[in-house]
């Protein structure tokens, strides 16, 4: 039995439901554009027909069995060149919840933001920015968290989900409390400017840290030595006497021959 948190005060307040969407990301940006929601509004479905991961990814998942969502988040005041402290708090606050129904495992972040539960994912991050005059306006925060998801086709390899950790089906609606909670307190920390903490936290829980490497940039491959995350969201990776920092999208990283 897991306890249910108590319910957020603001985040996930206003929530809409839809069985079926292209994607909640998309759902999500349009009402948003056309509506101008409240911070922390909540969109969420039990299957997506073009769910979308990043890098122009598609995001899988059996219809019913998993916890797809998209808050709008509109934190107040935030300098774009803190973006990647509101990363850090999502990815954080994903990670709790896993972390929530997984209490036996290792639950890690897996650069830039991927979920990782005993070295397989177990959950995705698509963040997307609206920007105005160097100020964050609003921010989309669309999750993907394999619940009940029993198999993964074999070019998912490195996938998994609650069920396959635990043999134990869960609620979805448990799950979704659960990152409503967490999201408020780590946006709370977002807004108090208490970056040094997100910061660290992150790179606490970061996968491969002190761990040879093999990244790719092109068609050239290396190795290197993870050394952690930047305050930009930088991977900080070091080659002999010199550390390199890698932008997303800018290296593909092989950690256990897990593919990012
Ligand atoms: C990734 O790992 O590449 C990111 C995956 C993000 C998937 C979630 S599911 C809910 C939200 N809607 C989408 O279309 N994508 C995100």
New binding site residues.
Partial sequence: MHKISPSSAFIGQNRVFIETV?????I?KEINRENDLDNGFLIW?AY?Q??????D?T?F?DAGK?????FVLKPFQLRSDHLPMLNFACTLAALETVQTFLPQSEVKIKWP??IMANDK?I????IENQINAGMVTSCIF???INVNQPTFPNSLPHATSILKQTGTEIRIEDVLEHICHRLEERMDQLQQMNYTLLHSQVNHLLYGKNQEVEFSQGTARSKGVIEGISTNGELEIRQGETIYRHLQGDIKLNVYGVNS
Wanted: proline share 0%; aromatic share 4%.
């Fill in positions: 292209s994607s909640t990301n998309e999500a479905s997506q073009a769910g979308r991961g990043r890098d990814r995001w998942g998993n916890l797809l969502a998209s933001n991927d994912k959950a995705g991050i698509l669309g999750i993907g």
